[in-house]
C-alpha cells in the first residue's frame, strides 16, 4: 500500500511539473505572441522593442523591396528555416524575459554564418566576379557591407 501511495505521489507532482511547465510556456507564447514569429512578416521582429532600430533601418534600406527577416536571417531549406527559428526564438525569449543582452544587440557567430549564406547566395553573380574561381572563403561579404540590410 505504502508504495501505491508514493507511486501515486510521484505521478501527482509529475502531472503538476508538467501543467506547470505546460500553462507557463502557453502564457508566455500568448504574451510574446509567439505565433507571430511562424509568419514571414518583418513588423514579429518588432515584438521585441530591442529590435526597433534593426526594422526601422530595414524599413529605410534598399532590401526592403526584395527581402525580408527571414530571406536574410535564416537558411532557405524548410528545416534549416524553422530549427533556427525554434533556436532563436528559445534565445530571444529567454534575453527578452532576463534583459540580459548585449546593448546594442550582436549578432551569433551561427547567425553571422546563416547571413553570410544568404547573401552569397543572393548575390552570387557579384561574388564569383570578385572572388572568381580563387577559393576565397576568408572573404566575408559582412565585413564590410554589416549594415546593408539595416541602414542606420
Given at each position: 500500500?505504502?508504495?501505491?501511495?508514493?507511486?501515486?505521489?510521484?505521478?501527482?507532482?509529475?502531472?503538476?511539473?508538467?501543467?506547470?511547465?505546460?500553462?507557463?510556456?502557453?502564457?508566455?507564447?500568448?504574451?510574446?505572441?509567439?505565433?507571430?514569429?511562424?509568419?514571414?512578416?518583418?513588423?514579429?521582429?518588432?515584438n521585441c522593442h530591442v529590435m526597433r532600430e534593426q526594422y526601422d533601418g530595414w524599413i529605410k534600406s534598399s532590401h526592403r523591396s526584395v527581402a525580408v527577416?527571414?530571406?536574410?536571417?535564416?537558411?532557405?531549406?524548410?528545416?534549416?528555416?524553422?530549427?533556427?527559428?525554434?533556436?532563436?526564438?528559445?534565445?530571444?525569449?529567454?534575453?527578452?524575459?532576463?534583459?540580459?543582452?548585449?546593448?546594442?544587440?550582436?549578432?551569433?557567430?551561427?547567425?553571422?554564418?546563416?547571413?553570410?549564406?544568404?547573401?552569397?547566395?543572393?548575390?552570387?553573380?557579384?561574388?564569383?566576379?570578385?572572388?572568381?574561381?580563387?577559393?576565397?572563403?576568408?572573404?566575408?561579404?559582412?565585413?564590410?557591407?554589416?549594415?546593408?540590410?539595416?541602414?542606420?
Amino acid at each position: 500500500m505504502k508504495g501505491l501511495l508514493t507511486a501515486h505521489r510521484a505521478w501527482l507532482a509529475f502531472a503538476l511539473a508538467i501543467g506547470l511547465a505546460a500553462g507557463i510556456g502557453g502564457y508566455t507564447f500568448v504574451y510574446a505572441r509567439g505565433a507571430s514569429y511562424l509568419t514571414n512578416d518583418p513588423a514579429a521582429c518588432m515584438n521585441c522593442h530591442v529590435m526597433r532600430e534593426q526594422y526601422d533601418g530595414w524599413i529605410k534600406s534598399s532590401h526592403r523591396s526584395v527581402a525580408v527577416c527571414n530571406d536574410c536571417h535564416t537558411p532557405h531549406d524548410l528545416i534549416g528555416k524553422y530549427a533556427t527559428k525554434s533556436q532563436n526564438g528559445f534565445w530571444h525569449s529567454f534575453y527578452f524575459t532576463t534583459g540580459a543582452f548585449p546593448d546594442p544587440i550582436q549578432i551569433t557567430e551561427r547567425n553571422r554564418k546563416v547571413t553570410e549564406a544568404a547573401c552569397r547566395r543572393c548575390h552570387a553573380d557579384v561574388v564569383d566576379q570578385m572572388i572568381g574561381g580563387q577559393g576565397r572563403d576568408n572573404v566575408e561579404c559582412l565585413r564590410c557591407h554589416r549594415s546593408v540590410g539595416h541602414l542606420h
